[in-house]
């Protein structure tokens, strides 16, 4: 149920599939996983309080009847049988992995049939997801990675004398933040590619191409997990194309063990999109997350806290993505207490200045003594929705039931939601409350900076060193979530979304910035000489490390190292 900013995009992505000779295999959902936030589906549909998402809950299928209505009847003409390139549409998506009611996928096969589809059908499941996931009529096919001839025992089992088929064979994985960057070997890529067409048995690629997570889209890994893991903005995928559309050793491995299969020569390689590096991004000007809050909606004012789908903004749909900032007052110190019903990440500040976090592991948080009453806020991230797994009623976002301060319940809340939405994006950076890098800066803060271009624009990579987390914007368009702990170290910027001239680039920052960058500009603008202290750092060796006693108790001893912290102290 994945929403196109066009009513015209996907019919003009099918009908150039057409143009260049390519055969659809149409996966229309509702839901489609991808690792998309909520597989796809629209967080609209949790404001209903008893809703189940993939059964047949009527809440659900008036939803699912009314995108049908909207889709399937622009597609149907495109299938072979009318002239077009869709020759299979898939019914729904590894249903066999939730499989919480029996006459969904018969329900959802009808809603296709009704509206025009007469092409082939399929499914698509692993192993374990073929024993539920599967419904009359329909071609079911299987997922995996690494091949085990026994699937294919138990797929002829179930469907005997018909094609088999992978539907998605995963030729790389996905990422987390704090995790590793998946590699797949493309030797054994091409063993198990090799030993499928020796099998005779149809093959799929998920993914070809990978591509990119733009804004909030990413999804959240789940399953055998204590607490979600984020996925990153880059769906890079380790796919034979990259991110940027480049080849890889596995685009040629596959493109030389296809053309053993052709009878003509295949014809030659597409130029590669160039690409070009720029001049860094001096940081002009800031604004303080407070000074922004003017630029939002009208703050929502409710005596409990109110989860983000159920807030009453953006037509009554509730908010989609971002951030929500809750708002309350404390008069003592004490101990704050999420009960687990933060989802996912808080900042959390008292009078506006940072005291801590709290997220899945660290529930808990001290704050400091006051002597009257201080304004308490806590900025709440949604870092992405589970995309897949049985827990997808439950990724209700923002704070989703009581929080405790020295275990009683908190009320009065003022509530700004921040989504962070084009319009909102556009207002921030055409006002004039931007103020001068020379003032000191308070966080979380946007930041702006300008790059000007005198040729076409070409896709390029955006790295923000120094930089811990927050999100970047191109010419108003949300590039996605940059965050220091990776593995991911840059963001990949289209060309399209530059422009000849002016360029703004602002970045949502929420703990600490490149603030260095920007004050050697303004000293330079400014004609003050410049000494560095320290230009290259070194090594306090022996014993000859001092120790800082300034605004402390008690003195403490510098490290060993004089140099700039690097990955091996991260």
């Not at 698509?124 to 419904?135: E, I, R, T, Y």
């Not at 797929?155 to 998946?182: C, T």
């Given at each position: 149920m994945a929403l196109f900013s066009c009513k015209t995009t996907q019919l003009a992505y099918l009908r150039l599939a057409g143009r260049l000779g390519l055969w659809v295999i149409l996966r229309p959902g509702p839901y489609i996983c991808a690792e998309w936030d909520l597989g796809g589906l629209p967080s609209w549909l949790l404001r209903d309080p008893n809703m189940r998402l993939r059964t047949t809950y009527s809440g659900f299928t008036d939803a699912v009847n009314s995108f049908f209505d909207q889709l399937i009847t622009k597609v149907a003409p495109l299938q072979y049988s009318k002239g077009g390139p869709i020759i299979a549409v898939q019914v729904e998506n590894e249903y066999g992995s939730y499989a919480k009611d029996e006459a969904y996928m018969p329900f959802i096969k009808e809603a296709l049939l009704s509206r025009g589809i007469t092409e082939l059908l399929l499914t698509?499941?692993?192993?374990?997801?073929?024993?539920?996931?599967?419904?009359k009529g329909a071609l079911e096919t299987i997922n995996f990675q690494d091949l085990d001839p026994e699937d294919f025992s138990?797929?002829?089992?179930?469907?005997?004398?018909?094609?088999?088929?992978?539907?998605?064979?995963?030729?790389?994985?996905?990422?987390?933040?704090?995790?590793?960057?998946?590699?797949?070997?493309?030797?054994?890529m091409m063993s198990v590619v090799a030993k499928l067409f020796e099998m005779g048995v149809s093959i799929n690629f998920y993914m070809f191409h990978g591509g990119t997570n733009f804004g909030f889209m990413n999804g959240a890994l789940a399953v055998d997990l204590p607490a979600p893991k984020p996925m990153i903005t880059s769906y890079d995928y380790d796919a034979p194309l990259s991110e940027a559309g480049d080849y890889t050793t596995k685009y040629h491995l596959l493109r030389n063990f296809f053309s053993q299969y052709q009878i003509q020569p295949l014809p030659d390689l597409p130029a590669l999109q160039k690409r070009r590096a720029y001049q860094p991004v001096i940081i002009e000007q800031r604004l303080s997350l407070w000074e922004a809050l003017p630029f939002t909606d009208k703050p929502y004012k409710s005596e409990r806290p109110v989860n983000m789908e159920n807030l009453p903004v953006n037509n009554d749909n509730g908010q989609l993505y971002g951030y929500t900032l809750y708002e309350t007052t404390i008069s003592s110190g004490g101990v704050l207490n999420s009960k687990n019903n933060i989802r996912d990440r808080a900042l959390v500040f008292v009078d506006k200045e940072y005291v801590g976090f709290i997220n899945d592991e660290a529930q808990k948080l001290v704050i400091p003594n006051v002597t009257e009453e201080r304004s308490l806020s806590l900025l709440v991230e949604n870092c992405g929705r589970v995309n897949y797994g049985k827990t997808l009623n439950n990724q209700r976002k923002g704070i989703v039931g009581d929080i405790e301060f020295n275990e009683l319940p908190l009320r009065g809340f003022i509530i700004h939601s921040l989504d962070m939405n084009p319009g909102f994006i556009n207002r921030l950076e055409g006002s004039g409350s931007w103020i001068s890098m020379r003032q000191q800066t308070s966080f979380p803060a946007f930041f702006k900076g300008r790059m000007y271009l005198n040729r076409n624009p070409k896709d390029t990579f955006i790295r923000l060193p120094v930089w811990k987390k927050g999100v970047v914007f191109i010419n108003g368009q949300n590039l996605g979530r940059y965050w220091s702990i990776g593995p991911q170290q840059t963001l990949y910027v289209p060309g399209p979304w530059l422009k000849i001239g002016e360029n703004q680039i602002m970045v949502f920052e929420e703990r600490e910035t490149d603030v260095m960058m920007s004050v050697v500009a303004k000293l330079f603008e400014m004609g003050v000489s410049i000494n560095f202290y320290m230009f290259h750092g070194g090594t306090n060796f022996g014993f000859m490390n001092g120790a800082l006693a300034v605004d402390l108790p008690a003195p403490k001893p510098m490290i060993t190292s004089y140099g700039k912290f690097n990955n091996g102290f991260q």
């Open positions: 698509s499941d692993n192993k374990a997801g073929l024993k539920a996931g599967g419904v138990y797929l002829n089992a179930i469907q005997p004398f018909k094609p088999q088929m992978v539907m998605e064979y995963w030729s790389g994985w996905f990422d987390v933040w704090g995790g590793r960057h998946h590699i797949y070997s493309p030797e054994v």
